[in-house]
């Protein structure tokens, strides 16, 4: 168990639709990362947030968004849904020391119809 | 802006045989290094990192891998497999100090009995 904790695991709905998906990181992790799998494009880096600010961001489309609250909670919001956006998406969390280690949660699996 | 290019997309090998998985990253600045390993329906967790010291690093279940700045490459070795090390391995990179990690496309390790 990592610690990092995604819901939900999965989730199904159709093109069109608007989701959310939540992360708590670890307790005492300040920084949160959203990551997207899938079959043809891999693991992309989407974007980063620091105390509640972005950081760093990576491949995001504009259709899709993010935040992290005071408690340290992110959610990504994902838009106007596409067949291609059907994939697994990752939060991890790094400690405090900035070394570079991700800590992953289970992903939620997103499947659009 | 760093690259991570993992030369093998699939790599079967018997069990108790050795196993090198190959990992080339390119980048202007000091890096950490890492390797992810990701097993069926789980997440992403941390097999082993370099961040300074010896280019030489373990993990705790026998895979080790070699810094080489001059090569730019993070191969990742294993002297005798086993059915359970059956994975998607990852090489990372990310700058010292930063806040973006960047995977490679991964390498599935398929050990046969």
């Known amino acids: 168990d990592s610690g990092v904790t995604q819901t939900p695991k999965h989730l199904i709905t159709a093109t069109g639709q608007r989701v959310t998906l939540r992360c708590s990181p670890r307790?005492?992790?300040?920084?949160v990362y959203w990551y997207q799998q899938s079959l043809d494009q891999g693991l992309q880096f989407l974007i980063q947030?620091?105390?509640?600010?972005?950081?760093a961001k990576g491949n995001i489309l504009e259709r899709f968004s993010a935040q992290q609250f005071p408690d340290l909670h992110s959610e990504l919001n994902l838009s106007s849904l596409e067949l291609g956006d059907s994939a697994l998406y990752f939060c991890?969390?790094?400690?405090?020391?900035?070394?570079?280690?991700?800590?992953f949660g289970e992903g939620s699996r997103l499947t659009v119809l | 802006a760093q690259s991570v290019t993992q030369l093998d997309s699939q790599v079967p090998v018997f069990e108790e045989a050795p196993v090198e998985l190959r990992c080339n990253y390119s980048s202007s600045v000091s890096v950490y290094l890492f390797w992810y390993v990701q097993y069926p329906n789980q997440g992403l967790q941390l097999l082993l990192k370099?961040?300074?010291?010896?280019?030489l690093v373990e993990s705790i279940n026998g895979f080790e891998a070699e810094f080489n700045k001059s090569q730019t490459s993070f191969h990742l070795r294993k002297p005798s497999v086993h059915i359970s090390d059956t994975a998607e391995y990852f090489c990372?990179?990310?700058?010292?100090?930063?806040?973006?990690?960047?995977f490679g496309a991964g390498t599935r390790l398929f050990v046969k009995a």
């Open positions: 307790s005492g992790d300040l920084s």
């Open positions: 370099y961040l300074s010291g010896s280019t």
């Open positions: 991890a969390s790094m400690a405090g020391s900035n070394t570079g280690e991700l800590f």
């Open positions: 947030y620091y105390n509640g600010e972005e950081r």
């Open positions: 990372a990179v990310s700058e010292t100090g930063g806040f973006k990690t960047i």
